[in-house]
């Protein structure tokens, strides 16, 4: 019994143990999620690519997303365009649709969008710029080139050369040619372009031969022909000596260029064909080539200030000769006039390759100028066809009235002989005869019609005197006139210019009795004694001083 007991008693123990092995098993299981937090599970974050953007900068939290989040696709801008949307890229394949965004779950993969853009449109209208015919428009795409259209409107008269075309109504150079291929000329929507016909006006000479510049007439600015073709001087002391003596250490002042060393002797000079200026430069056509009015100019030369009396009160009006002129001021206008009238310069300078917009405050008025040096090495092309200053033969030659053979070669003055026995008081003490009837009516001079003020000349309207038989102007009194000669005794650099025992076309000397480089003027002023307004007087000055007594008249060769 006992032994069945203890058997009994094992038996109940080994199945409660079981029993309680079993319960625990079955707690665990269902006590498994409640009793340890479950693990987070992270949606996939992906990449965007964005393809087309032109340039647009696209934030860097759009540069990727996450599942779990819903998301939207930036909107950019592009100049010349309207954004149109994103079009998602698969494989090799760009989607139809235009996609926003999504909302979260519907994407779990890398992805790449292409942008897609309108092109905006403008149009280009044409302007005839006072003209009043009409042209079609252009219709413009971005970012697509179209050539501009040739010009299609008409001026009323042929003075007028069209350039091309500008979005600036008032510029004087074009911006586009015709035919030129143009894009993207605004970014704007829908904005309308204005091309304006940019026109050049063929500045020329009337029918009275004065020229017309910007459509402007500059009255008294016609010219002579001198000569048909090239001529020969025989120069003797018989050119001046009927109304100057002989003055000792003056010979190459007064008795002109087309004489010899020696008394007597013959000397043969060439001149080739050319015209002359019938006028003295104007103050108009001054004013109009250099763009710089006469009074801002006498407010620069404070040495002159005492200049100020009224010309009106003479009774006179434009167009009144040119004064305060220097050398280098004369050079600067001739090239300028040349480009204006489509000639060729005559004049080179070392530095200056623009003279077209050459300031008049940047030519040299001192030998202290940068510029100085390279000025007064200046060259001249005789063969150009553009204005110039006559030399000092072609000066005098027009002077005489261009025929050795006349009377008139030998007067005193431009058109007149000197009064009967006039200069017969002329001495060694006093060489300049102070008076001359006979020039009144050809030249202003200094005790002609009180034009003696302050020692300073009275300037006139020109052309008011009788003119030479060449029908040229005021080439004695008035104004001295510059030439291109450096001055010297006028034989003095023959050699330079000899041909078979002829002198062609000469130039003047290398330099001058001082062995500077001084320039020569002629034909006297309105404050000079009538014997310095003689043909032969000679005189010379600096090339940067503008002198209120000093002007120029022009010389062109014949080139044609």
């Known amino acids: 019994m006992k032994k069945l007991f203890y058997t009994a008693l094992m038996m109940m123990f080994i199945m409660s143990f079981t029993c309680c092995n079993n319960s625990g098993v079955d707690s665990e299981e269902e006590n498994s999620g409640s009793s340890e937090p479950a693990p987070v599970v992270v949606p996939d974050s992906h990449s965007i690519t964005y393809l087309n953007v032109k340039g647009a900068a696209i934030p860097n939290d759009k540069k990727s997303y996450l599942e779990s989040e819903d998301v939207t696709l930036p909107t950019i801008t592009s100049d010349g365009y ?14 139809d649709a235009v996609t926003s965004g999504w909302t979260k779950g519907d994407r779990t993969t890398d992805l790449v969008f292409w942008a897609y853009w309108s092109p905006n449109t403008y149009t280009i209208t044409f302007d005839g710029n006072g003209v009043t015919d009409s042209m079609d428009a252009m219709d413009m795409t971005y970012d697509v080139a179209k050539n501009l259209p040739a010009n299609g409107f008409t001026r009323d008269d042929n003075n007028w050369t069209f350039l091309g075309w500008n979005t600036n109504k008032n510029a004087k150079v074009k911006l586009y040619s015709a035919g030129d291929s143009v894009s993207n000329l605004t970014t704007e ?34 010219f002579v022909k001198v000569m048909e073709t090239a001529v020969i001087i025989d120069g ?63 407010e620069i030369l404070t040495d ?46 070392d530095g200056i390759n623009n003279w077209e917009n050459l300031s008049y405050y940047a030519i040299p008025d001192n030998t202290a100028d940068s510029m100085y040096s390279k000025w007064a090495a200046v060259t001249v092309n005789m063969t150009a066809n553009g204005y110039r200053l006559p030399t000092e033969a072609e000066w005098e030659f027009a002077a005489r009235g261009g025929d050795q053979s006349l009377p008139e070669w030998k007067y005193a003055y431009a058109g007149v002989q000197s009064s009967d026995k006039a200069f017969d008081s002329v001495d060694n003490s006093n060489v300049y005869l102070k008076n001359d009837d006979n020039l009144e009516n050809y030249g202003w001079f200094g005790l002609e019609s009180d034009d003696y003020y302050d020692c300073l000349p009275r300037i006139h309207t020109v052309g008011l005197k009788t003119a030479n038989r060449l029908g040229l102007y005021d080439m004695s009194g008035n104004l001295y006139e510059l030439c291109w000669d450096v001055f010297n005794s006028p034989f003095k650099n023959d050699a330079a210019y000899m041909d078979n025992g002829v002198i062609v076309n000469p130039l003047g000397a290398a330099t001058d009795p001082s062995g500077g480089i001084n320039r020569s003027y002629r034909g006297g002023a309105s404050n000079c004694e009538a014997g310095r307004c003689t043909v032969s007087y000679r005189n010379m000055g600096d090339m940067y001083t503008r002198s209120p007594a000093m002007g120029f008249r022009l010389a062109q060769s014949v080139t044609e």
């Not at 929507?189 to 007439?217: C, E, F, P, R, T």
């Not at 060439?270 to 710089?292: A, C, D, G, H, W």
């Not at 003479?314 to 300028?336: H, Q, R, T, Y």
């Open 304 to 349: 002159y200030s005492c200049w100020e009396y009224d010309l009106n009160a003479l009774g006179e009006s434009e167009p009144f000769a040119m004064c305060f002129v220097s050398w280098f001021d004369a050079i600067a206008f001739c090239n300028k006039l040349s480009l204006l009238m489509g000639k060729n310069p005559c004049y080179s300078v």
């Open 189 to 222: 929507n829908g904005k309308v372009i204005q091309m304006y016909a940019i026109w050049k006006y063929n500045n020329h000479l009337d029918a009275s031969g004065d020229m017309v510049i910007d459509g402007i007439k500059c009255s008294n600015t016609s």
């Open 82 to 95: 309207q954004f149109s949307g994103w079009h998602e890229v698969i494989g090799d394949a760009t989607s």
């Open 236 to 298: 003797t002391d018989d050119n001046w000596n009927s109304y100057l003596p002989n003055i000792k250490n003056m010979r190459h002042f007064n008795r002109g260029v087309f004489t010899a060393d020696n008394s007597g002797d013959v000397r043969k000079i060439k001149l080739s064909p050319y015209r002359i200026s019938k006028y003295e430069v104007t103050r108009n056509l001054f004013e109009t080539v250099m763009k710089q009015s006469f009074s801002e100019i006498c």
